[in-house]
Structures are given as structure tokens and as C-alpha cells.
């Protein structure tokens, strides 16, 4: 198999016509030795049956139905493993990758790139809000973690075998996949495009479920924030301690002068924000450790069609 394609699908029905129209002339143009392996991430629309009917007149289109809704991240890993071409491109379904770039994809791997990547140049179909956000995560996140994200890429790319190889082998069951694409390595080059705006429907993403996410690609990727926790507290103790010191001294030479509410009110205050934002830092870390020690597989399927 030389080129799989893989596409995350969660009640897209409005857009899979349009996405099927569009991708499949330029799959082909690429290789006639495809497959498109669309998962189904527990839609409740009619995207499944729109598959099922495509999968019945082309072979080559094949269906992963998981269980239920276990995320895109899930979805993606269920594709990957799935797959068998030298290449593998990871698309949406909702065509905001425009499909006709993968011919610049596929060119790039031909070249001998294993991760080729789609950076949005124009990202003025997202919401201001998004944009800003999304910005300042990227910049803080190239700053802790150890192997630097590129800006604005997103995971509409094409993987080498290796690379899809080397994905698999990472056993992390909550997966931040941009930050996992950029860990293994390898010869990666990267392909601006301007990302469209949805075909139809609305994003799956709250700004809650962003902000979770984000919090899950930085404690995967860092352990960091546990050390500023352990430096901060130092640099508090240091000072505390030169505090109490200089009590101590005021109270031996002028007596037993009472300080005010004021300062035992802050110090109060402040030393409990203190650790309870460092417990809190901690418990972030628990409760990624929790869901990795429990071992659950990431998905299960459902059904599988042409696989
Ligand atoms: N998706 C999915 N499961 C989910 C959410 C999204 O498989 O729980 C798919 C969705 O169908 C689409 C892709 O992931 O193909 C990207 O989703 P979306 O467009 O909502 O994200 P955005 O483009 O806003 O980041
Ligand atoms: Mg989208």
C-alpha cells in the first residue's frame, strides 16, 4: 500500500459529500495503491451510514466504527494502527485541510520527508479569541517542553511509515498528538496552506475542552511546572525565614512590639495561595498518572469495513 489517508469523523454528515468529492480525484492523482480509512468516533448523525453506503462501492474506502466517542485523538491513533501505506496523511473531515494540498504532501515525501506538516499561514477563519489563545499556548508550551512544537501547525500532515511506526510505539494513552509528531523526530518540512472555514456544522471544541487539552499536551510534554513549584518555594522559605529572623531580633531589642492584623492577614493569605497552587500543580500530574496507570486501551471498535 502506498498512501493511506485518515479521517477522524464525528457528526460530519454535512461535510463528507463535499470531502469525498474532493479528495478522492487527488488521492488518485497521487496512486492508484490507496486506502481512506475514515473512523467514526461514535456519531450520532447519519455520517456512519453515508460511510457504510461509500465503503460498499469503493473498496478502498474503509470504515473503523469505534464504540462510542472517544475523542479525535483516539480516533486518529485507531486510524493510524489501522493503516498499512508507506505514507499516511491525517485529514479532517470537515475540509478546513484543503484535501488538494496533499499532492504537495506527497510530493514532500517522495522527496524523502517523514513528517510533512500543514502551517496555517492565514488563520482568520478562526475567532479572534482562538487565535489569541492559541497563540500564547504555543509560545509558553515551545518554552517548557523539551522538543519545541512548530507555530500554527496543526495535525493535518503526512507521516513516513517509520514515523507512523515510531507514533504507535509511544504507549500514552492520552495523547497529545502535536506534541508526539514533533518528540520522535525525524526528517520533518512543512507546507503552508490557509485554513478554510468549516464546510458545515460547528467545532467540537469548547474552550473548556481547549483549555484541557492544553493543560494535557503541558504536563505530557514537561515536568517543569513541578519544578518552578519547588524553586518558587524556595525563594518564599529564604524570604520567610529572613522575615522571622528580623522578628526575632526586633522583638529581643525593643521588646514585644505587636505587629498589625494587616501583615499576619497577608502573610496568611499569601503562603495559602501559595500551596494550594502548588498542590493543584501536583494534582495535575496525579491525575494524568491515574489515567495512565489504569492501562485502558484508548478505543474499541466497533466494526470494521474493507479492513
Ligand atoms: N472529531 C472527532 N471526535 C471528536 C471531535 C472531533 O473525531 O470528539 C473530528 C471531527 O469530525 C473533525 C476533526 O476531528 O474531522 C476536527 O474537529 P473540529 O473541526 O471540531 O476541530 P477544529 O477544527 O475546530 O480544531
Ligand atoms: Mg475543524
Known amino acids: 500500500m502506498q498512501l493511506s489517508v485518515v479521517i477522524p469523523v464525528y457528526n460530519e454528515q454535512e461535510s463528507l459529500p463535499l470531502l469525498r468529492t474532493r479528495l478522492l480525484p487527488v488521492v488518485q492523482a497521487c496512486t ?22 461509500w465503503a460498499a ?36 473531515a470537515d475540509l478546513q485541510d484543503p484535501p488538494e494540498l496533499i499532492t504537495t504532501l ?20 478562526d475567532s479572534f479569541l482562538k487565535r489569541m489563545t492559541a497563540g500564547a499556548f504555543y509560545k509558553l508550551y515551545n518554552r517548557l517542553a523539551d522538543t519545541p512544537i512548530p507555530y500554527n501547525a496543526g495535525d493535518f500532515r503526512l507521516l513516513s511509515r517509520r514515523a507512523v511506526a515510531a507514533l504507535l510505539a509511544l504507549p500514552e494513552r492520552e495523547r497529545f498528538s502535536k506534541g508526539l509528531f514533533s518528540w520522535v523526530g525525524y526528517k520533518n518540512t512543512a507546507v503552508p ?4 472555514k468549516r464546510a458545515a456544522g460547528k467545532t467540537k471544541w469548547s474552550y473548556w475542552k481547549l483549555w484541557n487539552f492544553a493543560l494535557g ?46 501583615s499576619i492577614m497577608v502573610a496568611i493569605l499569601f503562603f495559602s495561595g501559595v500551596q494550594l497552587i502548588t498542590l493543584g500543580v501536583i494534582g495535575e500530574y496525579l491525575s494524568r498518572i491515574f489515567t495512565e496507570v489504569k492501562q485502558r486501551p484508548a478505543y474499541f471498535i466497533d466494526e470494521k469495513i474493507n479492513l
Open 106 to 125: 506527497w510530493e514532500k515525501f517522495n522527496q524523502g520527508f517523514d513528517n510533512v506538516y500543514g502551517i496555517r499561514k492565514d488563520r482568520t477563519a
Open 217 to 262: 499536551g503541558l504536563t505530557a510534554s514537561t515536568t517543569l511546572p513541578l519544578k518552578l513549584c519547588t524553586y518558587f518555594g524556595l525563594c518564599v522559605s529564604v524570604v520567610s525565614f529572613l522575615f522571622a529572623f528580623w522578628t526575632a531580633y526586633k522583638k529581643i531589642v525593643f521588646g514585644n512590639p505587636v505587629s498589625g492584623y494587616a
Open 57 to 92: 462501492e469503493n473498496k478502498q474506502i474503509k470504515v473503523i466504527s469505534l464504540s462510542r466517542r472517544f475523542g479525535k485523538e483516539s480516533a486518529t491513533l485507531a486510524g493510524l494502527s489501522a493503516s498499512t501505506g508507506q505514507a499516511v496523511v491525517l485529514l479532517d
Open 193 to 196: 496552506f490557509t485554513r478554510e
Open 32 to 53: 492508484d495503491d490507496y486506502e481512506i480509512i475514515f473512523v467514526n468516533d461514535g456519531s450520532c448523525d447519519g455520517s456512519l451510514n453515508l460511510l457504510k453506503n
